[in-house]
């Protein structure tokens, strides 16, 4: 499937995450409607907001919205900051016994100051209820190539690339940045897709030179701007994951947007780009963790 092509000002054609998340969550709602007249269970989604941080406020009433638009029932937790380790585990796994709850999202960063240990209310929360794909199960699911819900960016970001209709086997990837969450996760997936992959980080030698190898190319180091255009190899595919505020306000990617455009053959932009995919993805994990894999694209 191809995206319709919304040519830069310069030729790169535009990979449009909107255009993709909206066609994602159209095809969602219909699948819910569809399997819930058949008598499937109705998938619910369970978040989990600690303190009040109103980034992550905004971030999860968003997530709650596209699910209700979707069909996909929502449970919420509003916790106090000061609710402490134990307290949160107890309520997570609360909500891992409810049997209407088929997936479950710890809003992370949870409070600097709480003394609160990530990995543990990850692990906290069963393998097949892990709606965001960071259970160290679906990690090492990942690595060794089993089925499992895969980390939703990096998620977003193989379907961006799918709706390129670009050939992967064979061609060479670099993703600059190693996070757990998006570098390490879209690396081991486009391994699995039979791709040459380059890993590049803080100390990494020569940025410029390896970003130039790359056909397709993976940006996510929360550095704006920090991948020139000037180094993309002509032709390539730029997704850009990095999301950052610029002082004066507004959003911009970890690549150069308007040089890259010029070099390569598809971009995400940003925003618009990987960013609304995620959500989409999220939807998706929990639509198949209660139901197991769908067949859509
Ligand atoms: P992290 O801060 O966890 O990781 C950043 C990575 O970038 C690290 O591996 C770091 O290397 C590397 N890095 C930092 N500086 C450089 C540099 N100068 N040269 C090369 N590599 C460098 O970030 P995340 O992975 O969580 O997020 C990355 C970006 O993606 C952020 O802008 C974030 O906002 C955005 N994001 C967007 C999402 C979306 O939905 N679109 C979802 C998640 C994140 P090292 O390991 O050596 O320190």
Request: a negative charge; one cysteine or more; hydrophobic letters at 40%.
């Amino acid at each position: 499937m191809n995206p319709t092509p919304g040519p830069t000002a310069s030729g790169a054609r535009l990979l449009d995450g909107r255009a993709a998340s909206q066609e994602l969550l159209d095809a969602l709602r219909r699948e819910v409607e569809v399997g819930v007249a058949a008598g499937r269970p109705r998938p619910g989604l369970a978040t989990v907001l600690v303190g009040e941080d109103p980034a992550s406020q905004v971030y999860v009433r968003n997530k709650r919205r596209a699910c209700e638009k979707v069909g996909i029932r929502t449970f919420h937790l509003d916790l106090p900051a000061d609710v402490g380790q134990e307290g949160l585990l107890r309520h997570v796994r609360d909500l891992d016994e409810h049997p209407e709850v088929h997936g479950i999202l710890v809003q992370l960063p949870l409070p600097k100051d709480g003394g609160y240990d990530e990995n543990e209310v990850l692990a906290a929360i069963s393998p097949e209820k892990d709606a965001d794909g960071f259970h160290p199960v679906n990690q090492g699911r990942l690595m060794l190539g089993q089925p499992g819900p895969r980390p939703c960016t990096p998620r977003g970001v193989m379907h961006l690339l799918d709706r390129t209709g670009e050939e992967l086997t064979g061609r060479h990837a670099v993703v600059v940045g190693r996070s757990n969450i998006v570098g390490k996760p879209v690396a081991l997936m486009l391994l699995e897709r039979h791709m040459t992959v380059t890993v590049c980080h803080s100390r990494t030698r020569d940025l410029a030179a390896e970003v130039g190898r790359a056909d397709v190319l993976v940006a996510a180091v929360g550095v704006p701007e920090l991948v020139k255009g000037a180094w993309i190899r002509p032709g390539a595919v730029v997704v850009d994951v990095g999301i950052n505020r610029r002082p004066e306000g507004g959003l911009v990617g970890d690549v150069e947007f308007d040089a890259a455009a010029e070099r390569a053959s598809w971009i995400t932009p940003v925003p618009g780009g990987v960013g609304p995919m995620t959500i989409a993805m999220l939807l998706r994990n929990t639509v198949e963790a209660a139901w197991g894999p769908l067949a859509m694209p």
